[in-house]
């Protein structure tokens, strides 16, 4: 599978930004799917991540309660909506997929990339 994530921009803090991450292929649902993020200087981290069918989300405690993951399989897209954004939420996002069965945190757990779109959040 290949993915494009979109949606990266300049925000202000407390601001919004959705991003949209498009797979590619017809076996969407098959993957679960994850956000990771890179800040400068730093190591890519979790972010967010969703089951096949779109349950059970699962977040870094740093985003909790302000983004939300979800997906739509009839258009093989996975969003992250990101509300009252800080600048410590400035990163470079990845969306990523894999066929293991169950939720993951781990960065080797996913098997595909995508290229990544640059969120910079103004204080």
């Known amino acids: 599978v290949q993915l494009q994530a979109s949606g990266g921009g300049l925000v202000q803090a407390g601001g919004s930004l959705r991003l949209s991450c498009l797979a590619s292929?017809?076996?969407?649902?098959?993957?679960?799917m994850g956000w990771f993020r890179q800040a400068p200087g730093k190591e890519r981290e979790f972010v967010a991540a969703i089951t096949r069918t779109g349950g059970s989300p699962y977040y870094a405690d740093s985003v909790k309660g302000r983004f939300t993951i979800s997906r739509d399989n009839a258009k093989n897209t996975v969003y992250l909506q990101m509300n009252s954004l800080k600048p410590e939420d400035t990163a470079t996002y990845y969306c990523a997929a894999t066929m293991k069965l169950l939720l993951s945190d781990k960065q080797y757990q996913y098997d595909y990339w995508g290229q990544g779109t640059q969120v910079t959040v103004s204080s």
């Open positions: 292929g017809r076996t969407f649902s098959s993957y679960v």
